[in-house]
């Protein structure tokens, strides 16, 4: 059974420019790494270049369209509920090894809550929410399988505990979340796949 798969990465911010920003009425707007493929993160959990590309291939989509949202936490959901929605991720792509994007701060509730605690100091980051299932590879990390399904990258507090963005403690029948798609992006992922195949 697919689980709800977390991770983590600081976001680096100036808190002034974000303070002058939101005085100026003008947009926040973020960049940095989103997510790195090939590499051990803090959650001994590696996600392989070929998934990660095929999953921001789709994800791309989403960005094109203005429907790249993520929220404020992660919630327990495999889905992103529009009334907690805190930014927009407007561009994505790769530098080498990394997911690379910039993610701009909307002004809802859960916007503003996350430019407030930017403008005093706190210390964020961004953080993949997907669903899928891990195996251990002969090192003990727990490698990323092919049913990996990228729904957002969400904006969290930075975890006090090393692993604390492990929480798979729920199942997630893959086919559910899939059937929440809607028909283009099922066919968008079933038309990149058989081209990745070529």
């Known amino acids: ?19 002058e920003a939101t005085e100026r009425n003008l947009p926040v707007i973020l960049s ?11 959650n001994n959990r590696i996600y392989p270049r070929p998934i990660l590309e095929r999953e921001i ?4 989509k989403a960005v094109a369209e203005g429907r790249a949202l993520g929220e404020c936490d992660h919630p327990d959901k495999s889905v992103v509920e529009l009334k907690n929605v805190s930014h927009i991720v407007r561009e994505i792509g790769w530098q080498n090894n990394d997911v690379v994007g910039k993610v701009e701060l909307l002004n809802t509730p859960n916007g503003n809550i996350l430019k407030s605690l930017m403008e005093s100091g706190v210390k964020l980051g961004i953080s993949s929410r997907g669903v899928g299932e891990v195996q251990q590879d002969d090192d003990g990390n727990d490698v990323v399988t092919e049913d990996f399904l990228l729904i ?8 006090s505990t090393h692993g604390a963005w492990l929480s798979e403690g729920k199942s997630v029948d893959i086919r559910d979340v899939v059937s929440h798609l809607n028909k283009r992006d099922r066919v968008n992922r079933l038309v990149n796949e058989i081209l990745s195949r070529k």
């Open 32 to 42: 940095g790494v989103l997510q790195r493929a090939d590499a051990k993160n803090q």
């Open 57 to 60: 291939m789709n994800y791309q």
């Open 152 to 159: 957002c990258f969400d904006v969290v507090s930075e975890p």
């Open 1 to 19: 059974m697919a689980k709800v798969l977390r991770e983590f990465i600081t976001l680096n911010y100036d808190k002034s420019v974000v303070k």
